[in-house]
């Protein structure tokens, strides 16, 4: 058994049965990728990876009204950028559809960012939650890194990593398998570096300055922050090599090479 379908049997049996109708049927390897509604033509490329079982909005009963019914969209997903959520750590897996809601009405109504800002939640069992509404396998625009929103995906681990946490193996897990999905509809290594530009004064970069990232970056990346946490972002290495096995890159490409791929090629509909 591939390391890709062990995960995705273990995310199976740990959520609730009403939830398992999203688990993943398309195979790793070479795989054809279209928007038809940004203009870009099929693309095939020979990494991607098993979309992981995903709990839609619906799911955990997100309340539409609250948010801009307008999603908006980038040419494309060049990186990763990971988060926690900076609440507690000791709550159950069946109760994290509650916390999201939480989280939902304050960055709706308190911060007016009109949705959640995370693309994705990923919860301490594994299990990965639908965050801002578009389509999960659409490059929706989140607002979770200031002057780097363009492009890029924001996952939220639930919980508080700060020096010390353990990270659970599970939530690891399920942030690799979405990474390598994610990144692997634009044939991106999530071993490799990227090159955004910032938006934003308010970043580490002024705006209009391009900066490398990893292609798996924490928010303190690209913002003042702690976010994710000392712990979690400790854990970025490894994550990045799983994500990288996933997509079944293991010995085939040096980590930390720098990806080709950038938000101008992205615009152009090139790989």
Not at 33 to 60: D, E, K, M, N, Y
Not at 70 to 98: E, L, M, S
Not at 146 to 174: K, L, S, W, Y
């Amino acid at each position: 058994m591939t390391k890709a379908a062990a995960i995705s049997g273990t995310k199976s049996r740990s959520l609730p049965s009403a939830w398992r109708a999203e688990a993943a049927t398309e195979p790793a390897g070479a795989v054809a990728r279209t928007f038809p509604s940004l203009g870009a033509a099929p693309v095939l490329f020979p990494h991607g990876a098993h979309r992981p079982v995903i709990v839609s909005r619906s799911q955990w009963r997100a309340d539409e009204t609250k948010r801009d019914p307008h999603a908006h969209y980038a040419q494309g997903v060049a990186a990763i950028f990971i988060h926690h959520t900076d609440t507690p750590n000791d709550y159950r897996c069946a109760d994290v559809p509650r916390t999201l809601r939480n989280l939902y009405t304050g960055q709706t109504r308190d911060r007016n960012w009109g949705d959640l800002g995370y693309n994705f939640l990923v919860d301490r069992c594994g299990n990965i939650y639908e965050g801002r509404a578009g389509g999960t396998d659409r490059p929706v625009i989140g607002s979770h890194a200031i002057g780097f929103n363009q492009g890029t995906v924001g996952i939220a681990a639930i919980g508080t990593f700060g020096q010390g946490t353990p990270v659970p193996a599970a939530m690891e897990r399920g942030i690799a398998a979405l990474a390598a999905w994610k990144l692997g509809l634009r044939g991106i290594d999530p071993t490799s570096k990227v090159r955004l530009t910032s938006t934003n004064d308010k970043s580490r970069y002024t705006k209009g300055t391009s900066a490398t990232f990893n292609a798996i970056s924490g928010h303190r990346d690209g913002f003042a922050t702690d976010c994710p946490g000392e712990a979690l972002f400790a854990r970025l290495p490894a994550i990045r090599r799983l994500a990288a096995e996933l997509q079944g890159r293991s010995g085939q490409t040096p980590f930390g090479a720098t990806s080709r791929v950038t938000l101008r090629t992205l615009h152009q509909g090139s790989s």
